[in-house]
């Protein structure tokens, strides 16, 4: 680009930002530029910052590091500011699968540039050009050849493949916690940590870059599902609570979350003869304009959608 | 908007020394010169320092391989060609270093603390983000650091 950097430093703030990136992301000729864009972060759907090197063959995951009081002292210079940014590669097969998932919802195959279009986040087109971009061989069917391929997202491939990425994840921290030296937490973790719970740790850091949904079909292929849920269900019979979380979001969030009117038929009769002398001292207290305590604690949907 | 946030402008680093950097336990609410030499680091003996009468312990922090720590300082806007209106906020590198030094306020420093647990991360996002075909080959991760990562 011709544009001149005409850089006064006299003038200018004299403030500072500190990375930490892996040196190939930043690594190329004088003038060249790494970008610093927003994308859809496959797991919140929405805007999270990411870092395209130079080339446009790896795009990072900025992550702040932030604590409270914090400040640097750099050379002879003082910054304010002591957080600093942590930039490290992703693999592009996250940040492309909602947009496969989402395009293969018509069962048809379809061409990259066709599948990343998105009006909120328009950069995500530059995808296209990270090197990982090869791997989606291993989570869709294709067709054509190298010039014009076509892509459909397959179900069965992408949890074999993510299947894969957990295997390998649960061996790292296998790996790396037999090799730990010091610190008592970290020998209480060995000890007591099985191949089930690396698994299901694994899983878990997996899931930080899948969609909700696809998390838990994820954790279902994988047999990795919280137990703790699964006693619950158990616990609780099926008429008590809506069967499925979804069904939850869907309503209405002035609705009550749990409907116990069908349970306990005639509710209202029972409640009065049955109310404690604090529920009878609260009925006289003016309740307009207060909400139940209830309410606090069920999905705040409306915030969410 | 284009999603785009801001370019990091690549290279033109005036080659000095790698910045000596320190991580302080404390707000300074200023940016710019000071004169950390003489204030600072002349009390620093060992894994010990102090700053206006306080004690510090610190630790130096190797970044883990194949990572640079990097400065930025914003550089003045300049209208992208083509669009008047477009800007593009612009950074250019002032400094880099490949360690540091951070210091916690009279506590010792343990692999516990989040500047380290944060650095771990980057050893695991390497398996979790590793092209699988690559990491098959077991090439990509050089198991050297403890534990699981606090940031994720």
Request: with cysteine; glycine share 6%.
């Amino acid at each position: 680009m011709a544009c001149k950097n005409h850089i006064n430093t006299q003038d200018e703030s004299t403030r500072q930002k500190v990375f930490v990136v892996n040196e190939k992301a930043v690594s190329g000729k004088d003038g060249i530029e790494a970008r610093v864009v927003k994308l859809r972060h496959p797991k919140t759907d929405q805007g999270a910052v990411y870092l395209f090197s130079p080339d446009g063959k790896i795009v990072s995951e900025v992550l702040q590091f932030k604590e409270p009081y914090r400040s640097w002292f750099i050379g002879d210079s003082v910054q304010s500011d002591g957080s600093f940014s942590l930039c490290t590669p992703v693999d592009p097969i996250f940040l492309i699968l909602p947009y496969l998932i989402k395009s293969s919802q018509n069962g048809k195959f379809q061409l990259l540039d066709q599948v990343l279009m998105d009006d909120e986040f328009p950069q995500c087109c530059h995808l296209l050009n990270c090197s990982g971009i090869s791997g989606l061989d291993m989570i869709t069917d294709t067709k054509g050849d190298a010039d014009l391929k076509a892509y459909r997202f397959n179900q069965d491939k992408c949890l074999e493949f993510l299947r894969q990425k957990v295997e390998l994840t649960a061996s790292h921290l296998k790996k790396t916690s037999v090799n730990v030296s010091a610190g008592s937490q970290a020998a209480v973790f060995v000890k007591t940590a099985t191949e089930g719970e690396y698994k299901k740790y694994a899983c878990d850091l997996i899931a930080a870059y899948l969609s909700v949904e696809f998390a838990k079909k994820l954790h279902s292929y994988l047999g990795t599902e919280d137990k703790t849920d699964v006693k619950k269900e158990i616990l609780s019979s099926p008429e008590d609570q809506p069967p499925t979380k979804r069904i939850k979001m869907e309503k209405q969030c002035s609705e009550p979350t749990e409907d116990y009117s069908k349970t306990s038929g005639n509710t209202k009769t029972l409640s009065v003869g049955k109310m404690s002398r604090g529920q009878k001292v609260l009925s006289k207290v003016d309740k307009s304009g207060m909400k139940s305590l209830s309410s606090f604690f069920s999905p705040k949907v409306g915030a969410k959608k | 908007m284009d999603g785009e946030i801001a370019r990091i402008s690549i290279g033109n680093v005036k080659q000095e020394q790698p910045a000596v950097t320190h991580l302080m336990p404390c707000k300074i609410d200023h940016d710019g010169k000071c004169n950390v030499a003489a204030y600072f680091t002349h009390t620093i003996n060992h894994n010990e320092a102090s700053f206006r009468g306080r004690p510090l312990r610190g630790q130096d922090v190797r970044l883990p391989n194949g990572y640079t720590g990097i400065c930025l300082r914003e550089a003045t806007p300049v209208y992208a060609e083509g669009s008047e209106d477009k800007v593009h906020r612009r950074f250019h590198i002032t400094g880099e270093f490949s360690q540091f030094t951070y210091w916690n306020l009279d506590k010792e420093t343990t692999d516990d603390d989040a500047v380290i647990k944060a650095l771990n991360w980057v050893e695991l996002a390497s398996v979790i983000h590793a092209p699988l075909d690559c990491s098959l080959k077991d090439g990509c991760s050089q198991p050297n650091t403890t534990k699981k990562s606090s940031c994720v």
